[in-house]
């Protein structure tokens, strides 16, 4: 009888263990370089803009909006609606723009490396 050593046993294929050590540092330097990596994005914004340019969002890494500017010459009491699809236009433009930049990087540190049961993660 075998010691586990074939190729069903725990070392699969020639018996070999996993060198849990690596294993391990090599997480715990994935784990540094995403939390270098989330720093990053919760230092940076984009813009995105509707109408034209009209109106314009900008939004952070954390997807907080941090500014919103409104051109006067879309201003038009009696048409607040065309306003207001507008802002909410250019600020849906700019949380997708985050997060396709957020997704982006993490997807670039992580190697192509997918995490079982984490799908919307990054």
Partial sequence: MSNGGGPGGPGGPGGK?????????????LQANVQKAQEELATM???A???????????NGQF??????????????ADVGMLQ???IAA????????????KEKMASLMGGLSIPGMP???
């Fill in 17 to 29: 263990m996993p060198d849990l050590g690596a294993l391990m540092r090599q997480a715990q330097q």
């Fill in 45 to 47: 914004t984009v813009d």
């Fill in 49 to 59: 803009s509707a109408g034209g340019g009209m109106v314009t969002a900008t939004v």
């Fill in 64 to 77: 907080e909006l941090v500014k919103l500017t409104i051109e006067k010459a879309v201003v038009d009491p």
């Fill in 85 to 87: 699809d507008l802002v």
């Fill in 91 to 102: 600020i849906n433009q700019a949380v997708t723009k985050m997060r396709e930049t957020s």
């Fill in 120 to 122: 919307g993660m990054f």
